[in-house]
């Protein structure tokens, strides 16, 4: 397992610096949690990863409850300050929209679940944005799996 997570970080370290950060990368902050759907659920999610973001367990505990009721289409759920609606749902994978925002092109978040991770990516912006987070969201699953498996 320690060398399986040696390269999936090596992974995400590198993932990070390309798509991570300030203006012009294709996402805001990033985050990659232990999730495993089937524990216990007053077992909390460790953050394993995060970049642009500082939050805890305990901050994200709302969001994980969210995604265990799996009600995606009908309820909203927090992150930090920001509230979220699920605007498409594909398989392993969904979007959502801010609808508390203050960006004038708005804010959203892709939510991944990779093997036992969640990967949450923030982007500013509307459609061009999620596209670029999409592509760039897609490159670490693919990374990552290649690495871990």
Request: aromatic share 12%.
């Amino acid at each position: 397992m320690a060398a399986d997570w040696t390269s999936a970080r090596r992974a995400w370290e590198k993932w990070t610096g390309k798509h991570v950060g300030s203006s012009g990368m294709p996402i805001k902050a990033a985050l990659l949690l232990n999730y495993d759907p089937t524990g216990p659920s007053r077992l909390f999610p460790m953050v394993a990863e995060q970049e642009g973001a500082k939050f805890t367990a305990v901050d994200l505990q709302p969001s994980i409850d969210f995604f265990r009721r799996n009600n995606l289409q009908t309820e909203f759920f927090s992150i930090g300050p920001n509230q979220y609606v699920v605007t498409s749902i594909h398989g392993h994978w969904f979007t959502a929209r801010c609808v508390n925002t203050t960006q004038p092109g708005g804010e959203g978040v892709i939510i991944m679940q990779i093997g036992a991770y969640l990967l949450v990516s923030m982007y500013d912006g509307s459609v061009g944005s999620a596209s670029r987070a999409m592509v760039a969201v897609d490159q670490f699953a693919w990374h990552f799996n290649r690495k871990t498996h």
